[in-house]
Nanobody, 116 residues
Framework: QVKLVESGGGLVQAGGSLRLSCKASGFTVNSKATGWFRQAPGKEREAIACISSIDGRTYYGDSVKGRFTISRDNAKNTVYLQMNSLKPEDTAVYYC?????????WGRGTQVTVSS
């Protein structure tokens, strides 16, 4: 059974940093593309980062490029999102995502709030 559990969210001041974790089970993170999305109140869910299963190549949305870094630890079967230079507009619920056997799986999300 595929399961994704996010953690690491919280309240941080603008300019600060947070690291989100996504613990996966039911598949190995180095065998499937995984990514992070976020959704702010009243806005659509936005794709912000993903990591390829084939070569580990990473991709970022324009809004986070240069500030966020996605990575994975195969031994812990966990995907991370390091977020630096946070801005109030980064405030959102952050979701982990994986495409496994043709189906999209989501975690329950973790709240990130950036105060000005």
């Amino acid at each position: 059974q595929v399961k994704l559990v996010e953690s690491g969210g919280g309240l941080v001041q603008a300019g600060g940093s947070l690291r989100l974790s996504c613990k996966a089970s039911g598949f190995t993170v180095n065998s499937k593309a995984t990514g992070w999305f976020r959704q702010a109140p009243g806005k659509e869910r936005e794709a912000i980062a993903c990591i390829s299963s084939i070569d580990g190549r990473t991709y970022y949305g324009d809004s986070v490029k240069g500030r966020f870094t996605i990575s994975r630890d195969n031994a812990k079967n966990t995907v991370y999102l390091q977020m630096n230079s946070l801005k109030p507009e980064d405030t959102a619920v952050y979701y982990c995502n994986a495409l496994v056997r043709g189906r999209n799986y989501w975690g329950r999300g973790t709240q990130v709030t950036v105060s000005s």
